[in-house]
C-alpha cells in the first residue's frame, strides 16, 4: 500500500511539474472555443482533469503541451456537441463598462477597438467547430502548423488546407458583418490577403 501511495504521489508530482504554466494557455483556448468565463473555466478544468486521469498513458518522448491543448480541444468539443447550439462569444458584455469622457484622447479609438472585437467573435461564433479550431490555434495562439497537426493528430496538409479555408469562412463573415469599417477587408486577395488582415485584426483584439 504504501508503494501504491508513493506511486501515486509521484505521477500527481511529475503531471503538476509538466502542467505549470500551461494553466493560462488552456484557459485562453477554451475561452476563445467557449466564449465566455465560466464556460472556458469548466472546459480548463476538466481538461486537466481528464489529463491527469489519462497521464500514464502520455509517452514521455512526446511534448506535453500539445498533448495537452489537444485534451482541452476535445473537452470543449465535447460540450459545444453536448449543447448542440452555437455558444456566445460576445465577451463585452463581461467587461466593465466605460464612459466617454469629453475630450478623453483616444477615447473613440477604444469604442472602434471594442466593435472590432465584437464583431470578430460574432463571427467566430457562426464558424464551424473544425474551422474555429484551426483559427483559435493559428491565428490566436499563434502555433505552428506541426504544432497544430501534432496536438490534432491530422495530417499537415489537411491542417494547411483547413486554416486557408477557415480563414476564408472568417473573412467573408466579417465582411458581411454590419458596421464592419476596415477597409482592407473589401480589397483582401485570395492569395495571401486573408492571412494579413486577419493578423491585423487577432492584433487589435488582443
Avoid at 501511495?5 to 511529475?14: D, G, N, T, Y
Avoid at 447550439?85 to 460576445?90: A, I, R, V
Wanted: proline share 1%; charged share 40%; glycine share 4%.
Amino acid at each position: 500500500m504504501e508503494i501504491a501511495l508513493f506511486s501515486r504521489r509521484k505521477k500527481a508530482a511529475e503531471f503538476e511539474r509538466l502542467a505549470a504554466g500551461q494553466e493560462n494557455r488552456i484557459y485562453r483556448i477554451c475561452f476563445h472555443m467557449m466564449g465566455n468565463r465560466q464556460d472556458a473555466e469548466d472546459c480548463a478544468q476538466e481538461a486537466m482533469v481528464r489529463a491527469f486521469r489519462a497521464f500514464d498513458s502520455f509517452r514521455r518522448d512526446a511534448d506535453f503541451s500539445t498533448w495537452l491543448i489537444r485534451i482541452a480541444m476535445n473537452a470543449c468539443t465535447d460540450e459545444l456537441r453536448r449543447r448542440k447550439k452555437t455558444m456566445s462569444l460576445d465577451t463585452l458584455r463581461e467587461e466593465k463598462g466605460f464612459d466617454v469622457a469629453d475630450g478623453a484622447p483616444g477615447a473613440y479609438a477604444r469604442l472602434e477597438e471594442k466593435e472590432r472585437k465584437r464583431l470578430l467573435r460574432e463571427a467566430l461564433e457562426q464558424l464551424p467547430e473544425e474551422m474555429r479550431r484551426m483559427i483559435v490555434l493559428r491565428d490566436m495562439e499563434k502555433m505552428s502548423y506541426e504544432e497544430i497537426a501534432q496536438a490534432l493528430e491530422t495530417p499537415l496538409g489537411t491542417v494547411k488546407s483547413r486554416i486557408s479555408r477557415a480563414r476564408e469562412k472568417l473573412c467573408d463573415l466579417l465582411k458581411k458583418a454590419q458596421s464592419y469599417r476596415i477597409e482592407v477587408v473589401d480589397s483582401l486577395k485570395m492569395r495571401g490577403g486573408e492571412k494579413h488582415e486577419l493578423h491585423r485584426i487577432f492584433k487589435s483584439s488582443r
